[in-house]
């Protein structure tokens, strides 16, 4: 079973960019659909992002869609989350998952359909 962990999470100026890491052990991270989630204090889970077993990527919701851009290296078992332009309402904990059954990225992220949930990483915009 593939697990996950995050990192690259920070402080970081409005405006400014961030490369979160999904690193992926035990499973080989390409057979996977993997996903990034974000939740802030007080409020539900969010997808934000999702890339396909071949690599297609596909982001979720306006606020995010010409800012974040996800990516994976297979050669280094690890998914990727671009983050450029940083506003204060993305500051929240970011996490990583898979799903090894799906092919490509759901049309609705349901958190419920992905697993290995590592502890995330912190992303704190503010100036």
């Known amino acids: 079973q593939l697990q996950l962990v995050e990192s690259g999470g920070g402080l970081v100026q409005p405006g400014g960019s961030l490369r979160l890491s999904c690193a992926g052990s035990?499973?080989?991270?390409?057979?996977?659909?993997i996903v990034w989630f974000r939740q802030a204090p007080g409020k539900e889970r969010e997808g934000v992002s999702c890339i396909n077993q071949d690599g297609a990527p596909t982001n979720y919701g306006d606020s995010v869609k010409d800012r974040f851009t996800i990516s994976r290296d297979n050669t280094k078992n690890t998914v990727y989350l671009q983050m450029d332009n940083l506003k204060p309402d993305d500051s929240a904990v970011y996490y990583c998952?898979?799903?090894?059954?799906?092919?490509?990225?759901?049309?609705?992220?349901?958190?419920?359909?992905?697993?290995?949930w590592g502890q995330g990483t912190q992303v704190t915009v503010s100036s």
């Open positions: 035990r499973a080989t991270i390409g057979f996977y659909v």
């Open positions: 998952a898979q799903n090894r059954f799906l092919n490509v990225c759901p049309v609705t992220l349901r958190a419920d359909l992905f697993g290995s």
